[in-house]
């Protein structure tokens, strides 16, 4: 069923021509990606697709009655309101019950209130919404519900963006740069969000393998045309080469025809037949497209960087936290006595989840804030370059050649040669009509762009990124990273890229919470197979223990005999599960009954209130879960009788 058609779309901004004659089609299930360069109006595209901006011409078409789900690519919540008010921000009856019911719950509101909340979540059945609600914030890890959404890191507000888009479950989910500040636990669990069957996409993002893992089209934006590729960004990569060798070959034998063509032209005699009219109208075809201009602008860098002493970065007994450590809810430990020498030629990592401390532990190591005990020595031949997660802080009314100008007229290069601002920019696709026009006329990635620029013009000899691929399209992250691979220089960089990360990166340091850092030498791909090993490991073992307490009988092993491809009969686990399954779920369908009642009946304790609704999610849960079981044994038995 087609969800989805853009016809002929087309978008400028003053002189500048984002995009034109956008077609194509979206089916339900299939999962898009659009790739182009920075500034060529992906993220318009999405916003005029998505009915938050008006295309100059075309238009978009969805089925009557479908769910669009648009998450931005740049959240910022600067409202005082709570998270779980940002959550549920719709003014419909189920809605405004559970927002109700949480403040009355977080806030200890009085009976009364809580009461009345109970009965109006009871009435309009919202629990099984309401739990939903509670598995969304959770799975993105989001626990305080009355927490300031302002207050949030730039991660956990994209978290709350991203839950939020998912709670309604959209039909056509639109996403623009979606693993943007997101941990790689979070990325790997919105991978397997995305993947689902029944989900609709359309998306934009630099991860190469989000792309690889979710993506089954990829659609790309070059040379003001709109290519389809039916595959993984795997295939799309190998198909690309290929059709890039068949059009420079196309090129070749066009300019060869043009020559030929040419000649004729100019011998051709001044009285023109019908026969010569057409071929000279063959002629000007044939210029036309022999002289496409097929070339890419590729991201140049090149700096002069000083040599580097042995002593580069040393910490010793480095300890760090925020809180108080006599409250618990408090206190937050960043690093513990952690000593560590940084040396020439290094090139580490820094991975962990979101907000354990990770841009903190940077500005610990580059001197920005103070350890609470334990020192750091910067060595004196050091020249940092630092690529902030928070970007290029500039006035937006400043011209893209000022910003470059206020650092360096002339920049130093290697082997003696230097450049201008100018042509630096130039290096950096600022073309020199771009270099005059404002920093606000500049996307996300552009900006991007030109502060990796201002950060590598200082020559550094120890570069500190923190997140340096957010926003980056995927031309201008390849030539960093080969610029990077081939540099001599010293290398930290904290990034949830798995790709970035396994090109340039020989070693991790791995923070695993409560201040405790551990190296890991090898990718981080490598890295993230051992840690979900052990995760797959310590869930087999607990549902090991599990299943030997339910099981009471002891199982008999029992041969499996007949032709390859026989059905696999029901072992007597399995019929004894049946079994159990078929006494526990009315159980639990009665408990939920009773949990129900208890909430509508209410009470004088609100904890009392507070515990029985936690019960009634982890009962629902629970259900569901059996549920699930018991359809797929029922399924099961059905055809071994069949059979």
Wanted: glycine share 6%; charged share 30%; aromatic share 6%.
């Amino acid at each position: 069923m087609n969800c989805l058609s853009v016809e002929r779309l087309g978008k400028r901004y003053g002189p500048r021509q984002l995009f034109k004659d956008i077609s194509f089609g979206l089916e339900k299930g299939q999962k898009t990606a659009i790739v182009a360069r920075n500034g060529t109006g992906k993220s318009t595209l999405l916003k005029c697709i998505a009915g938050l901006e008006t295309p100059d011409e075309g238009k978009v078409t969805f089925n009557k009655g479908l769910r669009i789900g648009y998450l931005d690519q740049n959240v910022v919540m600067t409202a005082t309101h709570s998270l779980v008010d940002e959550m549920l921000d719709q003014d419909d009856p189920v809605t405004n019950a559970i927002r109700a019911y949480e403040h009355a719950v977080e806030r200890h509101l009085g009976d009364e209130e809580l009461h009345r909340a109970v009965d109006q979540m009871t009435e309009l059945n919202a629990w099984d919404h309401e739990a939903r609600v509670k598995r969304l914030l959770f799975q993105f890890n989001l626990r305080d519900l009355e927490q300031p959404v302002n207050t949030l890191s730039g991660g956990q507000q994209k978290r709350v963006a991203m839950a939020k888009v998912l709670i309604n479950m959209p039909d056509v989910l639109i996403l623009d740069e979606p693993t943007n500040h997101l941990d790689m636990q979070m990325i790997e669990q919105l991978e397997e969000e995305l993947s689902a069957p029944g989900v609709t996409l359309l998306l934009v993002t630099h991860d190469r393998h989000f792309l690889d893992n979710v993506c089954d089209e990829i659609l790309e934006m070059e040379f003001g045309q709109f290519t389809r590729f039916t595959g993984n960004y795997s295939y799309y990569v190998e198909k690309k080469a290929a059709l890039d060798e068949v059009r420079d070959a196309t090129q070749q034998h066009l300019k060869g025809l043009m020559k030929s063509e040419l000649e004729w032209v100019r011998k051709m005699p001044r009285a023109r037949g019908t026969k010569s009219k057409s071929r000279l109208d063959k002629f000007e075809t044939i210029k036309s497209l022999a002289t496409r201009d097929f070339s890419r602008d590729q991201v140049s860098i090149d700096v002069k960087t000083e040599r580097l002493g042995g002593k580069v970065i040393e910490a010793r007994n480095l300890t760090k936290s925020f809180g108080d450590p006599s409250v618990p809810e408090t206190y937050k430990p960043i690093v513990s006595h952690w000593s560590y020498s940084l040396k020439a030629g290094d090139r580490i990592g820094i991975v962990g989840p979101n907000g354990i401390g990770k841009s903190t532990f940077l500005d610990l190591l580059t001197e920005k804030v103070k350890p609470d005990a334990g020192t750091v020595s910067v060595g004196s031949t050091v020249i940092l370059g630092i690529f902030g997660q928070q970007g290029l802080e500039i006035k937006e009314d400043k011209r893209i050649i000022e910003v470059v100008r206020d650092i360096a007229d002339v920049i130093p290069l290697s082997k003696g040669k230097t450049l201008t601002a100018s042509a630096l920019l130039e290096r950096f696709l600022f073309d020199k009509e771009q270099q005059y026009q404002y920093v606000s006329t500049l996307s996300g990635g552009e900006k991007r762009r030109l502060y990796l620029c201002t950060v590598l013009m200082k020559n550094p000899n120890v570069l500190v990124l923190d997140e340096p691929t957010n926003d980056l399209d995927i031309p201008t992250l390849n030539a960093l990273e080969d610029f990077l691979t081939e540099l001599d220089i010293c290398l930290l960089v904290v990034s949830h890229d798995r790709f970035f990360m396994d090109k340039i990166c020989t070693k991790l340091l791995v923070f695993e919470g409560e201040g405790k850092i551990k190296e890991w030498v090898g990718s981080y791909t490598e890295l993230r197979e051992m840690q979900k090993a052990r995760e797959a490991q310590a869930q087999r073992n607990k549902s090991a223990e599990t299943e030997a307490k339910k099981v009471e009988a002891p199982v008999t092993k029992t041969a499996v005999t007949g032709t390859k491809g026989a059905k696999k009969k029901m072992s007597f686990g399995e019929r004894n599960e049946l079994k159990r399954l078929d006494a526990e779920i009315p159980a639990l369908e009665k408990k939920k009954e009773e949990l129900l009642l208890a909430l509508a009946k209410g009470g004088t304790d609100h904890h009392k209130i507070m515990e029985l609704s936690l019960e009634l999610e982890k009962v629902i849960a629970s259900l569901d879960k059996q549920s699930e079981r018991w359809l797929e044994l029922t399924e099961k038995a059905e055809q071994e009788g069949a059979g």
